[in-house]
C-alpha cells in the first residue's frame, strides 16, 4: 500500500512542526510556538519550543462522518507520547534519542546507582511513562546542583533525589542542610552512600 508522506513542515495545537532530520521512520522536528497571530499567516512571531525526536507512524485508509481519509504517515498523538514521541530542550538530547532509536547508540544504562554513571530512577509523576536519568555529581551536591550537572530542571532533579532516597537500599544520602546563598532558604547537601 502507498502511503502520503508526513509533511516536513506543518502546524499543529498551536506550534509550527520542521522536520529537520529524518531516517527511515525516525525523525526529528523543530518545535516553534506561535503568538498572537493566525496560524496561517506565513510570517509570524514565534518562540523555540524545543525538539521532538518521533517514530513516524502509519494508518490505512478509511472513512470517517462519511468522508474518505487516504493512507498516510502519522506523527504520533498524546497517548503515544514516551513510546513513540519524545520532547527535549536541546537538539544534543533530541539527536541523543534518535541515535538510540537508529540502533546506533546503546541504550541507557540501569546499572546500580554509581558515581558518574546514568541510572534511571521511576517515579509516580514523571510523565509520559519515561524513566528520568540523572548522573550523580561527584562529592556533595544540592538539588540545583543536580539539576545543573544533567541539565534538567529543578523539579525533575527534586523528584528524581526523592525517589532514589525513598529506595530500600539508596545510594544518596541527606547530609546536611547549608546556606549557601545570602539570601533564601538553606540547600540540602546530599553525597554518595
Known amino acids: 500500500m502507498t502511503y502520503k508522506p508526513l509533511e516536513t513542515e506543518f502546524v499543529r495545537s498551536g506550534f509550527r512542526f520542521r522536520q529537520i532530520r529524518r531516517e527511515g521512520d525516525i525523525a526529528i522536528f523543530h518545535k516553534l510556538a506561535l503568538q498572537g497571530l493566525p496560524q496561517s499567516a ?10 521532538e525526536t518521533v517514530a513516524i507512524g502509519r494508518h490505512d485508509d478509511y472513512e470517517m462522518a462519511g468522508v ?10 498524546n497517548e503515544q507520547w514516551g513510546t513513540k514521541g519524545w520532547t527535549y530542550t536541546t537538539l544534543y538530547d533530541a539527536e541523543l534519542r534518535y541515535e538510540r532509536l537508529l540502533g546506533r547508540l546503546a541504550a541507557e544504562t540501569s546499572s546500580p546507582l554509581k558515581e558518574g554513571v546514568p541510572t ?35 523539579p ?35 553525597g554518595k552512600v
Open 156 to 190: 525533575s532533579a527534586f523528584l528524581w533525589l526523592k525517589a532514589a532516597l525513598g529506595e530500600s537500599s539508596p545510594a544518596i544520602k541527606f547530609l546536611r542542610e547549608e546556606r549557601r546563598n545570602a539570601k533564601g532558604k538553606p540547600s540540602k547537601i546530599y
Open 120 to 154: 534511571p530512577v521511576e517515579h509516580k509523576r514523571r510523565p509520559r511513562g519515561e524513566p528520568l536519568t540523572l548522573t550523580i555529581p561527584v562529592g556533595e551536591f544540592s538539588t540545583k546542583e543536580l539539576a545543573e550537572t544533567n541539565k534538567v530542571d529543578y
Open 42 to 51: 506565513p510570517h509570524i512571531s514565534t518562540f523555540d519550543a524545543g525538539f
Open 68 to 77: 474518505k481519509i487516504e493512507a498516510a504517515e502519522s506523527y504520533p498523538g
